[in-house]
Every structure is written in structure tokens, then in C-alpha cells.
């Protein structure tokens, strides 16, 4: 069975949530978030889009009412530092904001996925 991008975020998101430690919820943390632009990107279906440019994926998603919660920058700049968060400072000032607010905008993502407004999403993509 192939995981579609959908499937990895949900996986992603559960993992998540039963991370313990600190270095736990930044990975899981990072990872979620890159499967989220992951699946909004494949979602969007927009051609030319640069899988890599995050800023721009987010952006879109906001004129496409795919997200609505003003999160979502904020989650962009945090996944870039904690990625170089050595010290593991970052993670321990914003834990409780990823915990909180950031997981309610991944289950928010999830919930509009999952209620069938954006059906392309689920299916996997492939080319002959």
C-alpha cells in the first residue's frame, strides 16, 4: 500500500502528539509541518508551484481559503529555526505554542481535508 501525502500528514500528526521530550515534539513538529505543505501543495494543484518555497505554498493556501489561521507564518519561521536548534532553546521557549496553537492548526488542516472539501488531495499521484 502507498502512503499518499495525506496519509503521511495524518501520521505525522499522531506521531506528534504522543511525542514527549522536547527533541521529540521539534522533530515531530518539523516533520508534520513539511508533510502539511506537502499535502496543501499537492492539494493546490497549482503547476510551476516550488515544492520548497513553504512562504509562497502557505501564502496560496491562505487566498484559496485552505487555512484561514494566521499560525501559519509563524509555524514557517519556527520549523526553520528549531531545524538549526542545536541548544534546543527554541523548542524549549515555544513548546507550549507548538503543543497548543500549532497542533490546532494542523487538526485544522486536517479536519477540512478529511470532510471531503478538497477530495483531490486524498488520491495519489501518479503519471504514466
Known amino acids: 500500500m502507498v502512503m499518499t501525502e495525506f496519509d503521511k500528514f495524518r501520521a505525522s500528526l499522531i506521531s506528534l502528539h504522543y511525542a514527549t521530550s522536547n527533541s521529540e515534539v521539534a522533530y515531530h513538529f ?3 509541518f513539511e508533510a502539511a505543505c506537502a499535502v ?3 492539494g493546490l494543484a ?3 508551484l516550488d515544492p520548497d518555497d513553504k512562504r509562497v505554498i502557505i501564502q496560496k493556501a491562505y487566498e484559496r481559503n485552505l487555512i484561514q ?7 514557517l519561521r519556527i520549523s526553520s529555526k ?6 534546543g532553546e527554541i523548542i524549549a521557549e ?7 496553537q500549532y497542533t490546532r492548526c494542523f487538526h485544522e ?9 478538497m477530495p483531490a488531495i486524498e488520491q495519489p499521484n501518479h503519471k504514466a
Do not use: C, F, H
Not at 489561521?69 to 509555524?75: T, V
Not at 528549531?82 to 541548544?87: F, G, I, P, Q
Not at 515555544?94 to 497548543?100: L, P, S
Open 69 to 75: 489561521n494566521p499560525a501559519w507564518l509563524k509555524m
Open 30 to 32: 518539523i516533520m508534520t
Open 109 to 117: 488542516l486536517r479536519d477540512k481535508l478529511e470532510s471531503k472539501q
Open 94 to 100: 515555544t513548546i507550549d505554542t507548538v503543543r497548543e
Open 82 to 87: 528549531l531545524k538549526e536548534d542545536y541548544t
Open 40 to 42: 496543501i501543495r499537492q
Open 46 to 48: 497549482l503547476p510551476g
